[in-house]
Nanobody
Framework: DVQLQASGGGSVQAGGSLRLSCVAS????????LGWFRQAPGKERQAVSC????????WYADSVKGRFTISSDNAKNTMYLQMNSLKPEDTAVYFC??????????????????WGQGTLVTVSS
């Protein structure tokens, strides 16, 4: 099993930046993807970004394109989400995820098996 530990959330003003980290325990297979989902109060969870463990291909939700950057350091089994130009609507609990993927990008109804605990990001206006 894969275990994930997220960190890096906090409170910032609009326009600010945060970097989330997610450390994975154990070896992540090459046919897996790592990524981030978020869930705001009263809203459905939303896929934010993911990265392929095989070739580092990336995918971003339209709402974060150009502002967020996902990356990974395989030597450290760590994934990052650099969030710039944050907006109040980015306020949510962010979860790191991992699972096997057949194709890229993962389907819109992708439901990853492995979830880390959430980390809260609060953006004030």
């Amino acid at each position: 099993d894969v275990q994930l530990q997220a960190s890096g959330g906090g409170s910032v003003q609009a326009g600010g930046s945060l970097r989330l980290s997610c450390v994975a325990s154990g070896r992540i297979p090459d046919d897996y993807a790592l990524g981030w989902f978020r869930q705001a109060p009263g809203k459905e969870r939303q896929a934010v970004s993911c990265i392929s463990n095989s070739d580092s291909s990336t995918w971003y939700a339209d709402s974060v394109k150009g502002r967020f950057t996902i990356s990974s350091d395989n030597a450290k089994n760590t994934m990052y989400l650099q969030m710039n130009s944050l907006k109040p609507e980015d306020t949510a609990v962010y979860f790191c995820i991992a699972d096997w993927v057949l194709r890229w990008p993962p389907p819109t109804n992708w439901d990853p098996r492995y979830w880390g605990q959430g980390t809260l990001v609060t953006v004030s206006s």
